[in-house]
């Protein structure tokens, strides 16, 4: 299992395929509830991470290589006070690709970047205040607000070049 940590209190499961394998597959609720009781025991255990306590948001998807990914939220938590939130922003070109980085790279934003099997095709995927992300993107193309199924597709689809620290890593080595 690994656990990636998204934002407060949002969490990234990742289930290997003999992990995801011990996943009830009859759908009844209180198997699945055990289940996912489980992998937050395991979290807590193995990470460190306590989730707050009260009703949770569970998103499973399952990868074509019968992992799993679950995205993990407390329901009844406070509203992040900031106004962070996810976006995608599609760049074609080794130049603009630069340029983004190094732009992402200056307002330090979480960047994941990936490319497809698509000549020249970038997608990379940060966090970003409304102010800063309006500006960034509407600089170098289109973009939107993304769910955790578009992050799960992404990931699924998409070879990744670099994670979290993405821009300022890919910043450095374009330069």
Known sequence: MTA???????YKIT????EAAEMPSNG????MSRFIRSILDRLAAEHGVILPE??????????????????????????DKGDLRYFACDVTGI????????????????????????????RLVFT????TTRRICTEY???????PLFAAQT???????????GAQFLSKILD
């Open 15 to 18: 289930l290997d395929k003999t």
């Open 128 to 131: 970003g205040s409304d102010n």
């Open 141 to 147: 193309g289109d973009y939107c607000e993304i769910s």
């Open 28 to 31: 009844n609720p209180r198997e």
């Open 95 to 122: 130049d603009n690709l630069r340029a983004l980085c190094g732009a992402l790279s200056l307002t330090n934003e979480k960047c994941s970047i990936y490319c497809s099997d698509k000549h020249d095709s970038y």
């Open 155 to 165: 990931e699924e689809y998409l070879i990744a070049i670099a994670h979290n620290n």
């Open 54 to 79: 009260g009703r949770l948001l569970v998103e499973v998807f399952l990868r074509s290589d019968e992992s799993l990914v679950l995205f993990i939220s407390p329901l009844d938590a406070e509203q």
């Open 4 to 10: 990636e940590p998204l934002r407060d209190a949002t």
